[in-house]
């Protein structure tokens, strides 16, 4: 695997894990009233979006680089 291909596999687990977070941080929310819950599920929403965000990118820059 290529540079190039690593990277797209961790920026995707990344993103999965930062929404999966901050889905889990809301249902904590939702029992327990906590703010910090909250401030956490939407800070893990917006990385997640910027995550999305910086792979259009890094595929944008990078696309006359092979996979292999």
Not at 36 to 59: C, R
Request: proline content about 0%; cysteine-free.
């Amino acid at each position: 695997m290529s540079l190039k291909a690593i990277h797209l596999v961790f920026i995707t687990a990344s993103t999965v894990l930062a929404f999966g977070f901050g889905f889990w941080e809301f249902k904590a929310y939702s029992a327990g009233g906590e703010k910090g819950d909250l401030i956490l599920g939407v800070a893990s929403l917006v990385t997640g979006a910027s995550l999305i965000v910086y792979g259009k990118y890094f595929l944008k820059e990078l696309k006359n680089i092979g996979y292999l």
